[in-house]
């Protein structure tokens, strides 16, 4: 497992081989499991957040905590048995690099998620279930991040 | 089994499948998880305008597209095909909290008294849908991820700044939800 110090985004491709359009369905598949448990553990439900927000409800940090600790093991896993990817490849994770953006920005998204009752993965499935006004979230939020692009220079990191 | 899988599903199943898409992703295909990135790379693909966060190769990371391609097919099947009728198990504390600032419909998902295209021209829909995704949208980029991104993949991955990140994105939601929603739905219910 190695480290890449200086990622392309935050959830880079890190394969050398270059995958064909059939090959990247694999993903979408990983996905559509990924967005059956969001909506049959509730994750995507406003009320949830609500709940997590009020410290009424132990469900959403369940789910979180559940995840980072099954994937810190996983990562653990990985390294001490240096495993590779299914075509040999040496794993690598992205280096999440620290500025003020982490401060400002995750902030500024907290305030979002707990209008919205979505980070950006629920925005998805919570229009595959039939809610389509959130629609015009998602194009609100496509339109967030093209400011902040227009915006990078001008704003402290 | 069927009828099995039907009910809600507890956390800790939840949160197991979660954390196992970090360690599939790497294997099947050394992808990093994260979920904020697709918004980049879709402004990357469908409005560039020579702006330099938006000039990288997003072809290359089409895989991201698919992923959500494939959540958003995942939010259908598990609500048409794997769905149950019963009505969402809210703690009621929380009810009780939403009911005093205005929410009275608990019967499904998202509150549809808000959630719905009626609301769309309206200052709920202002709130809710454009100034709440503009926020999101706008956060994620700016801290450089979001829950996935930096409360999964990161941590898991041990890295300080997702730490920071994940601190800061529970403070804000505390403060929206504390003080921020009751202004918001004072408004609104004028």
């Known amino acids: ?157 | 089994m069927l009828e099995f899988v039907k009910q809600p599903w507890h956390w800790s199943i939840a949160g197991l499948f979660i954390g196992l898409t970090v360690p599939v992703l790497l294997i099947i295909g050394n992808k990093n998880f994260g979920i904020s990135s697709s918004l980049r790379h879709l402004c990357a693909a469908c409005i560039p305008a020579n702006i330099p966060l938006f000039k990288y190769n997003w072809k290359n990371e089409m895989w991201n597209l698919f992923f959500v391609v494939g959540v958003f097919l995942g939010g259908f099947m598990g609500t048409f095909w794997l769905g149950n009728d019963a009505d969402i198990q809210i703690v009621q504390s929380t009810i009780d909290d939403l009911r005093v600032l205005g929410v009275s419909d608990f019967s499904s998902l998202m509150p549809v008294d808000i959630f719905s295209f009626e609301n769309l021209f309206t200052l709920k829909g202002l709130f809710f849908f454009v100034i709440g995704g503009f926020l999101v949208g706008f956060g994620t980029r700016y801290a450089g991820g979001c829950t996935s991104g930096h409360s999964i993949m990161g941590l898991a991955s041990l890295q300080w700044p997702s730490l920071v990140a994940t601190i800061f994105f529970m403070l804000g939601g505390f403060a929206m939800t504390h003080f921020g929603l009751p202004l918001i739905f004072n408004l609104i219910n004028k």
């Not at chain 1, 653990?76 to 299914?86: A, E, P």
């Open chain 1, 1 to 157: 497992m190695i480290e890449d110090k200086n990622p392309v985004c935050d959830a880079p491709n890190e394969s050398k081989q270059k995958e064909s359009f059939f090959a990247d369905t694999k993903y979408l598949v990983v996905g559509a499991l990924f967005g059956i448990v969001f909506v049959k553990a509730e994750i995507i439900s406003w009320f949830r957040i609500q709940e997590m927000f009020r410290m009424q409800s132990f469900h959403m940090y369940g789910v979180i905590g559940t995840a980072v600790v099954v994937g810190m093991i996983s990562l653990l896993i990985i390294k001490k048995f240096n495993i590779k990817t299914l075509n040999g490849e040496e794993i690598v994770i992205a280096k999440k690099p620290f500025s003020k953006g982490v401060i400002y920005g995750g902030f500024m998204f907290g305030l979002g998620w707990a209008i919205t009752g979505a980070c950006p993965g629920p925005l998805f499935a919570q229009i595959g279930s039939g809610y389509l006004v959130v629609i015009i979230t998602f194009l609100s939020a496509m339109a967030g991040t093209w400011t902040y692009g227009l915006l990078q220079k001008k704003l402290p990191h």
